[in-house]
């Protein structure tokens, strides 16, 4: 009974290797192909404001070219590409700040699809939202994984977050 239940044991095992390899295998695969995505612009013509095919249709008014649309989307596509491939792979308590890279890139290619004018400058405004949730959230998580680490007692690190102090303070202890 014991053999039969180890067999069955080992087959599950084999299979969940076999799905990670070929997991692991596609990922490796993206990464590899992202230098020929990230020149895929040099495909596009040069001197024409659009570009039509019997399945795809691009056309530009703020930019040079297609050839100009197409390297600012590539620009921005490939890290964005990266960076959530890093984000869902990544096994570090950190991961979440990956999402602040990630989301400016994300505006930044939004502007570009939508070619609006001075959207790289505002972005900020956009960005800082998920900033002020993000930072502070994996400041804590830090925080309580080194108590944790440590063996503090957790009681002490409250108490001085309930304090009352000027915001010249909190930047003090951040430091400290």
Not at 40 to 49: A, I, M, N, R
Request: hydrophobic content about 45%; overall charge neutral.
């Amino acid at each position: 009974m014991d053999k039969a239940n180890n067999r069955s044991k080992d087959l599950v095992s084999q299979d969940k290797v076999k799905e990670n390899l070929i997991q692991g295998g596609i990922v490796v695969l993206i990464i590899a192909i992202t230098p020929f995505l990230f020149y895929l612009y040099k495909e596009f013509p040069t001197d024409s404001k659009s570009w039509e095919l019997s399945f795809l249709s691009i056309k530009t008014d703020y930019y040079y070219s297609v050839y100009d649309l197409v390297w600012y989307v590539t620009n921005k596509t490939v890290p964005i590409l990266l960076l959530s491939i890093w984000f869902f792979t990544c096994k570090h308590w950190w991961h979440w700040i990956i999402l602040v890279p990630l989301s400016m890139y994300t505006f930044q290619l939004w502007a570009i699809i939508n070619e609006s004018r001075g959207m790289d400058e505002v972005e900020l405004i956009y960005i800082l939202p998920l900033m002020m949730v993000l930072i502070p959230s994996v400041y804590v998580i830090r925080a309580k994984l080194f108590a944790k680490i440590r063996d503090n007692d957790l009681t002490s690190f409250e108490e001085e977050l309930s304090q009352k102090r000027s915001i010249w303070q909190q930047i003090k202890d951040l430091f400290r």
